[in-house]
């Protein structure tokens, strides 16, 4: 690392008698979205269409669920419209087992109110389709029964029905429990946002906002085996900055964050989004490299190096330098494929040459130095 004041000469961190040994340790269906619900000549029932809500709109109102209404009666398919249409969900409607399953498919609706006798799916077969193509997303489902059998009620909810309703239904209770319903979905999505959240913070790092040494390593094991299946080339490289305990002490933790998260841009803006770099811990960063000649690799690097080492730092009314070394490992195209942790280790041992050979420079594994 180099600082200078404005007025004093700079000098570099390590170059004052201090000893340079390194201290780190080793590291079919037809959309029928809002559509009549039914043949409106065929039952002469007076046209209460669901006014067409848009996805937007949807939105903007909070309630943007969706609702799969699946029923081969006419009327019994309106009875579900009516009070629901009053609500702001997004209704869809289905005559037969098949249709809903297509309409499902294609929507994934929340929620689906589906009658338990169908001419073409039984309710149970339907249920069982609906849970087995969920995805991560929860629907919930609704069976509607026209009797009050309680065998006919454990198949249902066998079947994967979260709840049941015998018709004829009272239209508060379609209502509420239509709500109970939201209320589940309501709390899938939570968990799953929180869950993706977490499996996100779980793989990257805090400070620099790249990914860890979990993330960075499973990445690279799966490039490394892909490599060594397809014949493409494949480069690993470890960075640690120079004298980076010295930015620490001299001008303070915050000064180091500052220096640890330039650097990560650098990294980052130089790497293909197709490559991949992290932070291995400390001041330690990995770079993995595919698709390039050794020649192309080494260039990356080289262009990192340099960012970093022309840029300024300002603490405390100092300029400060600092500077990276880099090992560098891995295979062209057609070579005979490494495993990922022999890489590591390889390209660490660079480093360490690197270190020793005097730092701010790149050094190529012995295999990869030909
Ligand atoms: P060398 O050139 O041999 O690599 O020397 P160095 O000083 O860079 O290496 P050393 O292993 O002696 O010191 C690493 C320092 O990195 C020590 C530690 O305080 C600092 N460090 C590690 N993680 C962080 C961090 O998240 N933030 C800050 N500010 N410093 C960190
Ligand atoms: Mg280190
Ligand atoms: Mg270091």
């Known amino acids: 690392m180099e600082h200078q004041t404005t007025t004093e000469k700079s000098r570099k961190f390590g170059e004052s008698g201090e000893a340079s040994a390194r201290t780190r340790s080793k590291p079919a269906a037809t959309n029928q979205i809002c559509s009549t619900p039914f043949d409106m000549q065929a039952t002469n029932v007076r046209d209460v269409r669901v006014p067409a809500r848009t996805e937007g709109s949807m939105r903007e109102t909070g309630k943007d669920y969706k609702v799969l209404i699946v029923d081969d009666s006419p009327v019994s398919r309106k009875l579900v419209e009516l009070p629901l249409s009053q609500k702001q969900y997004k209704l869809y409607f289905a005559k037969t087992g098949q249709e809903a399953t ?10 689906v109110i589906l ?11 339907l249920c069982r389709r609906i849970r087995s193509s969920s995805r991560d997303a929860y629907s919930y489902i609704i069976v509607l029964t026209g009797s009050t059998d309680k065998d006919c009620l454990v198949e249902a909810l066998d079947a994967g029905a979260d709840d049941h309703l015998t018709k004829p239904f009272h239209r508060g209770e379609l209502l509420a429990r239509v709500a109970v319903g939201i209320r589940t979905i309501e709390l899938h999505r939570q968990l799953r946002t929180k869950t993706r959240l977490m499996e996100k913070l779980a793989l990257t790092d805090a400070l620099t ?9 499973t990445w ?21 900055l120079d004298h980076f305990k010295q930015v620490n002490d001299t001008f303070g933790h915050d000064a180091g964050d500052a220096v640890l998260q330039k650097f990560s841009k650098i990294l980052k803006s130089n790497t293909r989004s197709s490559d991949i770099c992290g932070r291995l811990g400390g001041e330690e960063f990995l770079v993995v490299l595919t698709y390039a000649a050794k020649d192309d690799a080494v260039a990356v690097i080289e262009r990192i190096r340099k960012e970093l ?24 195209r057609h070579q005979k494929p490494s495993i990922f942790s022999k890489l590591q280790a390889l390209a660490d041992e660079a480093l360490y040459a690197a270190k020793r050979a005097g730092r701010n420079r790149i050094e190529l594994a012995a295999g990869a130095a030909a």
């Open 102 to 111: 297509n309409l499902f498919e294609e929507h994934r609706p929340d929620l």
């Open 115 to 125: 009658d338990w006798v169908m001419p073409d799916l039984s309710g149970e077969e």
């Open 209 to 217: 906002g790249l990914p860890n040494r979990h993330a960075i390593q």
């Open 220 to 240: 690279a094991e799966g490039q490394l085996s892909g490599a060594a299946r397809h014949g493409y080339s494949c480069w690993v490289v470890v960075g640690d």
């Open 309 to 332: 080492d022309r840029t300024l730092f300002t603490f405390g009314g100092c300029t400060v330098r600092v500077t990276a070394s880099f090992g560098l490992a891995g295979f062209e």
